[in-house]
């Protein structure tokens, strides 16, 4: 496994056009994250997998955004009527939860992937 | 909503030389991690600490969780240009949530 891959690494898009990207997780992570980071700030939360179910979304992720994980694998984030204010750096990340005791949530970190470069013109 | 400010935003030092950065918040936070990131990369772990007053080192690298589990310190001995890049803090609340809310990062610069 090389580790969480996103598709594709660059995008230039027109404002009003649709874009989608993909995530591919390492496969026997169950929990994957879509957050978005722009020039300057750390990296913000868009929304959660626990296998297929979508189980948190920001109020960052408007009506234009939606996020799918089919069959509790990869992932894709569509973002419809882009704007200008979306260009940003989109970054997929997954974990793997296990139950113990005393193990907190989040205990194991996240594996980013490189990301996907947005930049809407 | 929960809040992590980092301090200092940027720090060039030289090659050899030692320094600190500080993760600070008013919420308590049941774990918090630190990732470095390098320029058109995404963020790679370093350490989780979830314990208060716990301390995790790392090669050169020392990270301190506070008591109050509201802060922490990253502290680098004889940095080497290879340390250089954004260093990000990020904090999850626990209580039912698995999202981590970051602080805007450190940049850090060592220059040889």
């Known amino acids: 496994d090389t580790g969480v891959s996103q598709d594709p690494r660059h995008k230039i898009t027109k404002r009003g056009q649709n874009v989608t990207f993909r995530c591919d997780p390492i496969s026997e992570h169950n929990r994957l994250y879509w957050y978005r980071q722009t020039l300057g700030q750390g990296p913000e939360f868009l929304t959660y997998?626990?296998?297929?179910?979508?189980?948190?979304k920001s109020r960052l992720l408007s009506d234009r955004f939606s996020a799918e994980r089919p069959k509790g694998s990869f992932s894709t984030l569509e973002i419809q009527r882009t704007e200008q204010g979306d260009s940003a750096m989109y970054l997929c990340?997954?974990?793997?939860?296990?139950?113990?005791?005393?193990?907190?949530?989040?205990?194991?970190?996240?594996?980013f992937g490189s990301g996907t470069r947005l930049t809407v013109v | 909503t929960q809040l992590l400010e980092q301090s200092p935003q940027f720090l060039s030092i030289q090659e050899g030389e030692n320094l600190t950065v500080y993760c600070n918040s008013s919420?308590?936070?049941?774990?918090l991690q630190w990732y470095r990131q390098e320029p058109g990369e995404g963020p790679v772990l370093l350490v989780t600490v979830v314990t208060g007053g716990e301390v995790k080192k790392l090669k050169r690298l020392t990270f301190q969780f506070g008591d109050a589990r509201k802060d922490s310190s990253l502290h680098i001995t004889a940095a080497q240009p290879g340390d250089t890049g954004l260093y990000l803090c990020a904090g999850s609340s626990g209580a039912g949530s698995y999202q981590l809310t970051f602080g805007k990062g450190t940049k850090l610069s060592v220059i040889p």
């Open positions: 919420s308590v936070f049941s774990s």
């Open positions: 990340a997954s974990s793997l939860a296990r139950a113990g005791p005393r193990i907190p949530q989040n205990h194991y970190g996240y594996t």
């Open positions: 997998f626990q296998n297929e179910a979508q189980l948190e």
